[in-house]
């Protein structure tokens, strides 16, 4: 339905981040108006089959209060990456998620990280995690001006000199590629991640998905945790050296990182890379 990506004003996170059940909900339904929604229905009922991003939300927001029940010192941004890093991008019947709309297999763009399971976002292995501090250096990045940060602090803030809008520990990637430069094109993630558990010792291996026309490279590409809550950090850099041949100007493509264990967990981000002069 709504909130398709590519993100209009801050296209340096992806978007969205993920979906939910939101096709034909039986929801509540207000007196105040008929189910139908037209003047002359004179009908009340106390519930409604509805479709659209207003069923998928509710959805979203009750997983999220489950994890908060489940984890009383996970931030917002752990969970939402809990949420992300565990959902699925196959469908009921495991194949790619389709787009209803074109009957085409869908992208990040369509589905952020896929869709949300529940299940596994209890037991998500590592999270990445945000911290006030690093979403002020985000807007720093963007150009934002200290009087206009202050608006959403309600505290004095500084910017950093080297602050970079690819460093936000986000659970996403969204990498862009400078046609007008001569030489490879690089994009750069810094990232942190931090081990939930249930194992304090534990090793974490990366597998990239690059796609067509595009080298991911993860360094380290092992993370070796001894402790529940350490903070472990990593480098993924994006890199081509001109446009693919398949693909058109300022196009898309996509890929994924993930990190996995011998546990059984699978921690798995989203690569949107674009193409741009």
């Known amino acids: ?47 409604n089959i509805i479709s659209g991003t207003s069923m998928s939300c509710p959805h979203v927001s009750g997983i999220a209060a489950l994890l908060r029940g489940q984890h009383r010192d996970w931030s917002p941004a752990a969970i939402r990456s809990a949420l992300m890093t565990t959902a699925s991008i196959l469908d009921n019947v ?3 998620i389709s787009d209803e709309a074109s009957g085409k297999f869908t992208s990040p ?25 690093d979403y002020v250096d985000f807007l720093c990045a963007l150009n934002y001006s200290l009087p206009s940060i202050h608006v959403i602090t309600r505290t ?19 990498a862009f590629l400078n046609l007008s430069q001569e030489e490879g094109l690089v994009s750069t993630f810094n990232r942190t991640l931090i081990n939930v558990g249930p194992s304090p010792y ?57 990190w996995a264990d011998s546990y059984g967990h699978v921690v798995r981000s989203p690569i949107a890379i674009t193409w741009q002069q």
Request: net charge neutral; with cysteine; glycine share 8%.
């Open 109 to 133: 763009f369509d589905v952020g990280a896929g869709h949300v399971i529940p299940e596994k976002a209890m037991d998500p292995g590592l999270v990445y995690d945000i911290q006030p501090r």
């Open 1 to 47: 339905f709504s909130s398709r990506g590519p993100g209009q004003f801050v296209p340096q996170i992806l978007k969205p981040d993920i979906i939910a059940p939101g096709v034909n909900v039986l929801a509540a339904w207000t007196a105040v108006s008929s189910p139908s929604g037209l003047t002359q229905d004179p009908r009340k009922s106390e519930f």
């Open 156 to 174: 004095p803030s500084f910017c950093h000199p080297i602050a970079n809008a690819n460093s936000l520990n986000y659970p996403s990637f969204s």
């Open 94 to 96: 495991g194949l790619p």
């Open 202 to 258: 534990v090793t974490y291996n990366a597998t990239v998905w690059p796609p067509r026309g595009v080298r991911l490279i993860v360094n380290p590409p092992v993370l070796t945790f001894t402790s529940l809550g350490e903070r472990l950090a990593f480098t993924l850099t994006v890199s081509g050296r001109r446009l693919p041949t398949f693909l058109p100007e300022d196009s898309h493509a996509f890929g994924f990182l993930v």
